[in-house]
């Protein structure tokens, strides 16, 4: 039986809790997002992972933080060896994520009881939820998952035809893990300062020589490297290789781990510096054009971020809210106060905003791979803006939970450090903020994705049967934004970059909590709408005296 912690002082403690159903919006959205006949065959599964998530996948993850990979170079008899030894527990979460779940090959085969490919909705909504227990390992899932996406649509048949089937299998006894090499020490985001080399070889293999900086899943089977394959500086002479870990005669690859990184959080997954002494690769896509071939693998890297930002900001918003209906102080419950209620509401927009994204970019991808090409640029500029702004609030959001619990969130034994380090990451990982939001300029001026930005916007608001003068307001600001967007990047205003980001994604986000309001029946949807409105785009007067957004607070904040 469990003791009530109001009565005997003790934290309140939500190990056991199903993430899936404490989260009072999971259900009605994804049942939104996906198809009603793929919905019913998963929510079961979505029950399951949310009581896993919630209890003994933390356990793992809770370990493997604990207990990080190390790495051995050298065997007792004296053989040199690549080997990274990885906990039980991190095998074991492994296991759940690659075998049960098929997180890495659902978008790619059939799983799941489903008789084809899931979208990337479904594949998202179990990520959000596996996220929530375990950040570190969805890296290498994401990476075997979008490094298969790369490969087949740039490798040659026979390259797909020799790694399909074990990148995508579920049997980790024949699975076979991606990664992306890419950085280098000199460059890190400008890629077109790589030196590593590429040389061609009569049988049609190429030697790659070189050190990278950061290689995350540094032991992978299979990793996706940009090297300088022609005699010219820059993007132009850079091509795109797949990087067998062991050669086609059995013998290991000639590459080697130097180290592993001692890194802030995510530390349960190796991420390492690797030297390439020759290695043997193969070629994917068109010589000299590597950048924008794994730009699709990068991108869908970055998209697949922001989805664990979203869902770190979620299990920060369950443990916060959890704690503050349950902690008792000065004779009321934490919920109870003004400025508690304002904290926790702000958290729990924040975390909406970031979700509901995740789920516009999961449809607009969906459709741009049927071969939507209005939808392929909205996508382009969808992704750098919820990469841009999601991953930077996730920091807030998870340092503000741990504020929710007070001393002991500080205290490494409850989840809040381990999630607040892990937050960090996402605004570095597949680019910093100001490589992101200089991205967003490049979809608007390169791709022209801003008419289709504002397009999607305007028929979201349409549906969503707002009274006038709200309708009037969304769209008011909408234009606004638009507006600036467009005059910060044709006037090359390279400083205001971000702020023009910050904002397409607030009006953005806010349009789409209004949508869904109405598609799901949840006018506590529509207040958070109203909230990122007034308080992320609207001009107010700091010194003004504030109204308090009782109304909206009360439907945020009510079970």
Known sequence: MRVDPAETGSIPDSRGLNLYRADRDAAALFAHYLPT?????????????????????????????????????????GEDCNHIEKHPAYRELENFAFGEFGLAAISHRAALGWPAPLPPAAKYALTFLFTQS???????????????????????????????????STDLDQLMQGAMFMTEQAGGSDIGTIVTRADPQPD??????????????????????LARSEDIDGLKGVSLFLLPKVKRDGVPNSYRIL???????????????????????????????????????????RLSNAVRAAALMRRAVTEALFISRRRHAFNKRLIEFPLMRRQLAKMIVWSEQARTMVFQSAEAMRLADLGDTRQAKLLRIMTPLIKFRACRDARKVTGDA????????????????????????????????????LDVRRAIVREGSLPELQAANMKRLDAASLEPNLHSLFAETLDRTCALAES?????????????????????????????????????????????????????DPLGRDDGDDDQLQAILES
């Open 488 to 540: 910060t990047h044709a006037q090359q205003d390279e400083h205001l970059v971000r702020q023009a980001s910050s904002a397409l994604y607030h009006v953005t986000s806010a349009i789409g909590l209004a949508h869904e309001a109405a598609m799901i029946r949840a006018p506590h949807r529509l207040a958070m709408a109203r909230m990122v409105l007034k308080h992320r785009l609207l001009p107010r």
């Open 259 to 301: 180290r592993l990184k001692e890194k802030l959080g995510t530390r349960s997954m190796a991420s390492g510096e690797i030297r390439l002494d020759g290695a043997e690769a193969y070629l994917v896509g068109e010589r000299g054009r590597g950048f924008n071939q794994m730009a699709d693998m990068v991108n869908s890297s």
């Open 204 to 225: 049609g293999t190429w030697r790659l020589t070189g050190d990278k900086w950061f290689c995350s899943n540094a032991d992978a089977d299979l990793a996706m490297v």
């Open 402 to 437: 741990m504020e929710v619990r007070g001393g002991c969130g500080y205290i490494e034994e409850w989840s809040d450090a381990r999630i607040l380090r892990d937050a960090h990451l996402g605004s570095i990982w597949e680019g910093t903020s100001n490589i992101v939001a």
């Open 134 to 168: 375990e950040f570190g390992l969805m890296c290498p899932v994401n990476m075997t998952d979008s490094l298969t996406r790369t490969l087949k649509r740039f490798g040659s048949e026979d390259l797909v035809e020799r790694y399909f089937d074990a990148l995508t």
């Open 37 to 77: 006949d793929l919905f019913a065959r998963l929510e079961p599964v979505f029950d399951r992972l949310g009581s896993l998530a919630g209890d003994h996948l933390d356990r793992l993850a809770w370990i493997a933080d604990k207990h990080p990979p190390v790495l051995s170079v050298r065997r007792r008899t």
